[in-house]
Protein backbone atom coordinates (compact mmCIF):
# COMPACT_ATOMS: atom_id res chain seq x y z
CA UNK A 1 0.00 0.00 0.00
CA UNK A 2 1.38 3.36 -1.15
CA UNK A 3 1.04 6.52 0.84
CA UNK A 4 3.16 8.54 -1.32
CA UNK A 5 2.00 12.22 -2.15
CA UNK A 6 2.89 11.54 -5.77
CA UNK A 7 0.72 8.62 -5.81
CA UNK A 8 -2.38 10.71 -5.10
CA UNK A 9 -2.24 12.76 -7.92
CA UNK A 10 -3.84 12.15 -10.76
CA UNK A 11 -6.83 11.63 -8.74
CA UNK A 12 -7.59 7.69 -8.98
CA UNK A 13 -10.13 5.82 -7.29
CA UNK A 14 -8.27 4.72 -4.38
CA UNK A 15 -9.67 2.69 -1.31
CA UNK A 16 -10.83 4.22 1.41
CA UNK A 17 -7.59 3.55 3.87
CA UNK A 18 -6.00 5.10 1.43
CA UNK A 19 -7.56 7.78 0.38
CA UNK A 20 -7.08 9.36 4.17
CA UNK A 21 -3.56 8.37 4.15
CA UNK A 22 -3.40 10.14 1.03
CA UNK A 23 -4.81 13.25 2.84
CA UNK A 24 -2.80 12.47 5.86
CA UNK A 25 0.37 12.57 3.88
CA UNK A 26 -0.77 15.84 1.95
CA UNK A 27 -1.79 17.41 5.37
CA UNK A 28 1.32 16.58 6.91
CA UNK A 29 3.52 18.69 4.07
CA UNK A 30 1.06 21.56 4.49
CA UNK A 31 2.11 21.55 8.13
CA UNK A 32 5.34 21.64 7.70
CA UNK A 33 5.77 24.12 5.26
CA UNK A 34 3.57 26.31 7.80
CA UNK A 35 5.95 25.46 10.66
CA UNK A 36 9.09 26.76 8.28
CA UNK A 37 6.99 29.71 7.36
CA UNK A 38 6.40 30.58 11.01
CA UNK A 39 2.47 29.94 11.38
CA UNK A 40 2.02 26.90 14.26
CA UNK A 41 -1.31 27.31 13.99
CA UNK A 42 -1.82 25.68 10.89
CA UNK A 43 -4.70 23.62 11.80
CA UNK A 44 -6.74 26.97 12.66
CA UNK A 45 -5.46 28.30 9.21
CA UNK A 46 -6.63 25.26 7.55
CA UNK A 47 -10.09 25.19 9.07
CA UNK A 48 -10.44 29.09 8.75
CA UNK A 49 -9.29 28.15 4.58
CA UNK A 50 -11.97 25.86 4.66
CA UNK A 51 -14.79 27.82 5.95
CA UNK A 52 -13.97 30.47 3.96
CA UNK A 53 -14.96 27.94 1.02
CA UNK A 54 -11.72 28.60 -1.00
CA UNK A 55 -8.12 27.33 -1.38
CA UNK A 56 -5.58 28.49 1.05
CA UNK A 57 -2.68 31.10 -0.61
CA UNK A 58 -0.22 28.47 -0.84
CA UNK A 59 2.00 30.69 -3.04
CA UNK A 60 2.06 32.89 -0.02
CA UNK A 61 2.89 30.66 2.75
CA UNK A 62 5.56 29.01 0.34
CA UNK A 63 7.10 32.47 -0.21
CA UNK A 64 7.16 33.28 3.18
CA UNK A 65 8.75 29.27 4.23
CA UNK A 66 11.48 30.49 1.57
CA UNK A 67 12.15 33.59 3.13
CA UNK A 68 11.95 32.65 7.12
CA UNK A 69 14.01 29.77 5.45
CA UNK A 70 17.12 31.83 4.33
CA UNK A 71 16.97 33.93 7.36
CA UNK A 72 17.62 30.69 9.09
CA UNK A 73 20.51 30.14 6.74
CA UNK A 74 22.04 33.26 7.41
CA UNK A 75 21.54 33.03 11.35
CA UNK A 76 22.87 29.73 11.41
CA UNK A 77 26.89 29.73 11.52
CA UNK A 78 26.25 32.60 14.09
CA UNK A 79 24.13 30.21 16.36
CA UNK A 80 26.76 27.34 15.94
CA UNK A 81 29.73 29.90 16.85
CA UNK A 82 27.85 30.68 19.93
CA UNK A 83 27.62 27.07 20.95
CA UNK A 84 30.90 26.21 20.56
CA UNK A 85 32.18 29.23 22.46
CA UNK A 86 29.64 27.63 25.18
CA UNK A 87 30.78 24.08 24.97
CA UNK A 88 34.50 25.73 24.97
CA UNK A 89 33.29 27.25 28.14
CA UNK A 90 32.19 24.06 29.79
CA UNK A 91 28.70 24.35 29.38
CA UNK A 92 26.42 21.46 28.50
CA UNK A 93 24.84 21.19 25.56
CA UNK A 94 21.21 21.88 26.52
CA UNK A 95 22.66 25.28 28.06
CA UNK A 96 24.60 25.90 25.00
CA UNK A 97 21.25 25.63 22.90
CA UNK A 98 19.79 27.66 26.08
CA UNK A 99 22.02 29.89 25.47
CA UNK A 100 21.65 30.40 21.45
CA UNK A 101 17.64 31.08 22.22
CA UNK A 102 18.56 34.34 25.06
CA UNK A 103 21.38 35.56 22.29
CA UNK A 104 19.49 35.16 18.84
CA UNK A 105 17.30 37.16 17.51
CA UNK A 106 13.88 35.29 16.13
CA UNK A 107 13.30 33.05 13.64
CA UNK A 108 16.60 31.00 15.38
CA UNK A 109 16.32 32.00 18.86
CA UNK A 110 12.96 31.37 18.88
CA UNK A 111 13.30 27.85 17.39
CA UNK A 112 16.48 26.76 19.63
CA UNK A 113 14.24 28.72 22.58
CA UNK A 114 11.31 25.68 21.61
CA UNK A 115 14.26 23.24 21.74
CA UNK A 116 15.35 24.72 25.40
CA UNK A 117 12.11 24.75 26.85
CA UNK A 118 11.38 21.02 25.68
CA UNK A 119 14.41 19.50 27.57
CA UNK A 120 13.34 22.17 30.40
CA UNK A 121 9.86 20.09 30.72
CA UNK A 122 11.71 16.84 30.68
CA UNK A 123 12.52 15.51 27.05
CA UNK A 124 15.44 13.59 26.29
CA UNK A 125 18.13 15.74 23.97
CA UNK A 126 18.17 13.81 21.10
CA UNK A 127 14.62 13.96 21.22
CA UNK A 128 14.26 17.68 21.05
CA UNK A 129 17.26 17.82 18.28
CA UNK A 130 14.96 15.52 16.44
CA UNK A 131 12.00 18.35 17.05
CA UNK A 132 13.94 21.19 16.18
CA UNK A 133 15.53 19.42 12.99
CA UNK A 134 11.85 18.25 11.79
CA UNK A 135 10.57 21.90 12.67
CA UNK A 136 13.33 23.49 10.10
CA UNK A 137 14.26 21.48 7.32
CA UNK A 138 17.99 22.29 6.63
CA UNK A 139 20.62 20.63 5.65
CA UNK A 140 23.05 22.05 7.68
CA UNK A 141 21.13 22.04 10.66
CA UNK A 142 21.15 18.15 10.14
CA UNK A 143 24.72 18.28 10.63
CA UNK A 144 24.48 20.36 13.67
CA UNK A 145 21.85 17.91 14.91
CA UNK A 146 23.54 14.41 14.28
CA UNK A 147 26.81 15.98 15.90
CA UNK A 148 24.99 16.20 18.80
CA UNK A 149 23.21 13.06 18.83
CA UNK A 150 26.64 11.12 18.14
CA UNK A 151 28.28 13.09 21.00
CA UNK A 152 25.52 12.51 22.99
CA UNK A 153 25.86 8.64 23.08
CA UNK A 154 29.13 8.24 22.80
CA UNK A 155 31.40 11.57 23.47
CA UNK A 156 33.47 13.38 21.82
CA UNK A 157 34.89 17.02 21.18
CA UNK A 158 32.05 18.25 19.79
CA UNK A 159 32.96 21.80 20.33
CA UNK A 160 35.97 20.83 17.83
CA UNK A 161 33.00 19.25 15.26
CA UNK A 162 30.80 22.45 15.65
CA UNK A 163 33.80 24.60 14.68
CA UNK A 164 34.74 22.84 11.50
CA UNK A 165 31.06 22.52 10.31
CA UNK A 166 31.21 26.94 11.15
CA UNK A 167 33.69 27.07 9.37
CA UNK A 168 32.41 24.70 6.19
CA UNK A 169 29.36 26.76 6.42
CA UNK A 170 30.71 30.67 6.37
CA UNK A 171 32.89 29.51 3.33
CA UNK A 172 30.18 28.25 1.57
CA UNK A 173 28.03 31.35 2.45
CA UNK A 174 31.05 33.27 0.77
CA UNK A 175 31.23 31.54 -2.24
CA UNK A 176 27.43 31.46 -2.94
CA UNK A 177 27.79 35.45 -2.54
CA UNK A 178 30.91 35.42 -5.19
CA UNK A 179 28.40 33.54 -7.42
CA UNK A 180 25.91 35.65 -6.84
CA UNK A 181 28.03 38.88 -7.73
CA UNK A 182 29.26 37.35 -10.66
CA UNK A 183 25.75 36.07 -11.69
CA UNK A 184 24.08 39.52 -11.12
CA UNK A 185 24.69 41.16 -14.85
CA UNK A 186 23.67 37.94 -16.27
CA UNK A 187 20.34 37.52 -13.74
CA UNK A 188 19.57 41.76 -15.53
CA UNK A 189 19.87 40.74 -19.06
CA UNK A 190 17.99 37.28 -18.58
CA UNK A 191 14.98 39.77 -16.91
CA UNK A 192 15.84 41.85 -19.79
CA UNK A 193 15.61 39.58 -22.17
CA UNK A 194 12.42 37.98 -21.23
CA UNK A 195 10.09 41.01 -20.54
CA UNK A 196 11.51 42.92 -23.92
CA UNK A 197 9.48 40.94 -26.54
CA UNK A 198 6.45 41.12 -23.71
CA UNK A 199 6.49 44.89 -23.94
CA UNK A 200 7.30 45.46 -27.31
CA UNK A 201 3.86 43.81 -28.50
CA UNK A 202 2.18 45.95 -25.82
CA UNK A 203 3.83 49.14 -27.22
CA UNK A 204 2.93 47.61 -30.91
CA UNK A 205 -0.67 46.80 -30.00
CA UNK A 206 -0.74 50.53 -27.65
CA UNK A 207 0.08 52.75 -30.47
CA UNK A 208 -0.87 51.01 -33.78
CA UNK A 209 -4.10 48.42 -32.70
CA UNK A 210 -4.50 47.48 -36.35
CA UNK A 211 -0.83 46.27 -36.50
CA UNK A 212 -2.06 42.53 -35.59
CA UNK A 213 -5.61 43.16 -36.70
CA UNK A 214 -4.74 42.69 -40.23
CA UNK A 215 -3.12 39.36 -40.41
CA UNK A 216 -5.00 38.19 -37.69
CA UNK A 217 -7.36 36.43 -40.14
CA UNK A 218 -4.79 34.61 -41.54
CA UNK A 219 -4.57 30.62 -40.56
CA UNK A 220 -0.95 30.75 -40.41
CA UNK A 221 -0.93 33.76 -37.77
CA UNK A 222 -2.44 31.75 -34.67
CA UNK A 223 0.66 29.11 -35.34
CA UNK A 224 3.20 31.51 -35.71
CA UNK A 225 2.27 33.05 -32.61
CA UNK A 226 1.77 29.61 -30.31
CA UNK A 227 5.36 29.46 -32.25
CA UNK A 228 6.65 32.67 -30.75
CA UNK A 229 5.54 32.28 -27.32
CA UNK A 230 6.86 28.70 -26.95
CA UNK A 231 10.35 30.29 -28.15
CA UNK A 232 10.12 32.95 -25.49
CA UNK A 233 9.25 30.54 -23.03
CA UNK A 234 11.76 27.71 -23.68
CA UNK A 235 15.16 30.97 -23.70
CA UNK A 236 13.40 32.18 -20.54
CA UNK A 237 14.04 28.46 -18.80
CA UNK A 238 17.29 28.31 -20.56
CA UNK A 239 18.21 31.49 -19.11
CA UNK A 240 17.07 30.96 -15.52
CA UNK A 241 18.99 27.72 -16.01
CA UNK A 242 22.44 29.71 -16.71
CA UNK A 243 22.57 32.05 -14.40
CA UNK A 244 21.76 29.84 -11.17
CA UNK A 245 24.44 28.63 -9.40
CA UNK A 246 24.43 25.85 -6.76
CA UNK A 247 27.29 26.05 -4.64
Known amino acids: MSTGVRD ?3 PVALEPVDAILCRLALYRRFDRLCQLAGLHQSTVVL ?5 AGALLPLPAIASMARRRGRRLQDQLVDAIEIMVRALRAGHPVAAAIALVASEMPDPIGSEFGIAADEMTYGLDLRDALS ?4 RI ?3 DLRFLV ?3 RVQYGTGGNLAEVLASLA ?6 ALAEGK ?6 EGRL ?10 AVALLVHLFNPNYYRDVADDPVFPLCMATGAGSLILGILVMRHMVRFDV
Open 8 to 10: CWP
Open 47 to 51: VLGVT
Open 131 to 134: NLSA
Open 137 to 139: PLD
Open 146 to 148: VAA
Open 167 to 172: EVLRAR
Open 179 to 184: AQALSA
Open 189 to 198: SAWVLSLLPV
